[in-house]
């Protein structure tokens, strides 16, 4: 199984700043299909998870452009540009390669003003 | 959309069969996964079931592999997962979620306790 490690596991910013949160795979996410499938959830308090990123840098309908991704292989990044009030809450990277692989999370990044 | 239900208390060694009712998408075209969350804790993969094209194929997390049942009716665009042999660490919020993790549910609680 693929482990998922995030940093940092919590992350004080300032609104206005900007924030940045990184995931490394145990193993190379380079799927035979030639796609890789990094995807970035944020979690807002009381609320389920939702999408923000996916295939490393493909922000998903309705994500503002403050929210951009990156990386290649093992290693990834989530940048917030501006950090707004409602960004707060825990992010998590998750790779979601095809059956019959599992999907897994990192631990998941607190991000609070 | 996707919503959940089925959710409750059950003693530990009990059943429980969650449903998640989806509308918005192809469902039948979709695979359908669950994934759960313990109070305060991360997120977990639990499986999922491809689409019939697919013959409706399944895969299972290690730890619920033999205990937990992933099935679909394509005419009701319906998931559901059949939970058996329930362990107080079973204890999470499950959500149903769309291929892909394009679209989770609110999240139904199951909580096994003696």
């Known amino acids: 199984e693929i482990v998922m490690t995030q940093t940092p596991l919590s992350s004080p910013v300032t609104l206005g700043q900007p924030a940045s949160i990184s995931c490394r795979s145990s193993?190379?996410?380079?799927?035979?299909?030639?796609?890789?499938?990094l995807s970035w959830l944020q979690q807002r308090p009381g609320q389920p998870p939702r999408l923000l990123i996916h295939?490393?840098?493909n922000r998903f309908s309705g994500v503002p452009d403050r929210f951009s991704g990156s990386g290649a292989g093992t290693d990834f990044t989530l940048k917030i540009s501006r950090v707004e009030a409602e960004d707060v809450g825990v992010y998590y990277c998750?790779?979601?390669?095809?059956?019959?692989?599992?999907?897994?999370f990192g631990q998941g990044t607190k991000l609070e003003i | 959309q996707l919503v959940e239900s089925g959710g409750g208390s059950v003693q530990p060694g009990g059943s429980l069969k969650l449903s998640c009712a989806a509308s918005?998408?192809?469902?039948?075209?979709?695979?359908m996964h669950w994934v759960r969350q313990a109070s305060g804790k991360g997120l977990e993969w639990i499986g999922r079931?491809?689409?019939?094209?697919?013959?409706?194929?399944?895969s299972y997390a290690a730890s619920v592999k033999g205990r937990f049942t992933i099935s679909r009716d394509d005419s009701q665009n319906t998931a559901y997962l059949q939970m058996n042999s329930l362990k107080i660490d079973d204890t999470a919020v499950y959500y149903c979620?769309?291929?892909?993790?394009?679209?989770w549910g609110q999240g139904t609680l199951v909580t096994i306790s003696s």
């Open positions: 979620v769309r291929g892909g993790g394009d679209s």
């Open positions: 918005g998408f192809y469902f039948s075209g979709s695979a």
């Open positions: 079931i491809r689409s019939k094209p697919n013959n409706h194929a399944t």
């Open positions: 193993e190379s996410l380079v799927h035979s299909d030639g796609n890789t499938y």
């Open positions: 295939k490393i840098s």
């Open positions: 998750m790779q979601a390669a095809p059956f019959p692989h599992p999907y897994t």
